[in-house]
């Protein structure tokens, strides 16, 4: 019997489309943050050879790496509501004016109306210096939104309701017409009408907040963010929330115990001198 083996550091897991499983979400792949994979210290490693890993900051590495009790029963990394994040620098494969996906694995600590963003791409000090970002308003929904090239003001996706404190799958996309939303593989609406460029000033990445933000810092576990320079088709975020290791998870393979291996060689070696 063949086994699936969870990804994990220890255990093995895709580190390019060809080692996936999945290689279709690979396509246009520009950043995966996988905090599921095992703690890795103050930093948080991108596993989509671009190499654009990301900084904890004011996070201990000691205790805001946890188990769980998630969709791919790994780790998480647990936002404070304070000044908790992760910084990524910016880099060329990150600046993307049009078609774009941003994935997100989230869980709120709380059932609140509170406004927190999950991962945002930009300075959060104004408008115009934002890229794109991922939030849950103080209504307890959840959107994407997108600032427009030359500070003419942001394009918000329609929102879904994210009023409990269970694991939730968020995808947000932008293709030069329609902002778009989906919530563990179903979209909301038919998604804002927008045709133009995204603005790109050229921002750190940050997953916890936005830019400098302390007052709008995460308050729960985050699991994988993942970047692509591509449009997520509906088919795909369906599959990415039903199967939350997709995209590093390695072709399948067959797994023997140990001892049945042994049991194996003696069979053979005895074969061998019977003959």
Do not use: C
Not at 74 to 87: C, K, M, P, Q, T
Not at 187 to 214: H, K, L, W, Y
């Amino acid at each position: 019997m063949s086994n699936l083996i969870l990804p994990s550091y220890k255990g093995g897991f895709a580190r390019n489309a060809a080692e996936s499983a999945n290689p279709n979400l690979w396509k246009g792949l520009v950043g995966l943050w996988s905090p599921s994979l095992g703690p890795t210290g103050l930093t948080l490693f991108d596993h989509a050879s671009r190499k654009n890993h990301g900084t904890l900051t004011n996070m201990d590495q000691a205790t805001d790496w946890v188990v769980s009790g998630s969709p791919w029963n790994g780790y998480a990394l647990n936002y404070d509501a304070s000044n908790d994040r992760v910084v990524i620098q910016d880099a060329p494969a990150l600046n993307i004016s049009i078609n774009i996906s941003v994935g997100v694995w989230f869980k709120k600590a709380l059932a609140d109306d509170v406004r927190q963003f999950i991962a945002a791409k930009g300075t959060g000090i104004a408008g115009p210096t934002d890229d794109w970002w991922m939030e849950v308003q103080s209504d307890d929904t959840l959107r994407f939104a997108i600032h427009k090239a030359g500070g003419a003001g942001r394009v918000h996706s329609p929102t879904l309701s994210v009023a409990d404190t269970d694991w939730h799958f968020g995808l947000g996309t932008y293709d030069g017409a329609v902002v778009r939303l989906f919530l563990d593989g179903v979209e909301a609406g038919s998604g804002t009408a927008f045709a133009g460029t995204m603005q790109n000033p050229g921002n750190v990445m940050v997953i916890g907040t936005v830019g400098v933000q302390d007052g709008l810092t995460w308050n729960g576990l985050i699991g994988s963010v993942a970047l692509w320079s591509r449009i997520i088709v509906p088919s795909e975020s369906r599959q990415l929330y039903e199967q939350p290791h997709a995209i590093i998870q390695p072709r399948s393979r067959i797994v023997v115990p140990a001892a049945a291996v042994a049991a194996t060689i003696v069979v053979l070696r005895r074969r061998r001198e019977a003959a």
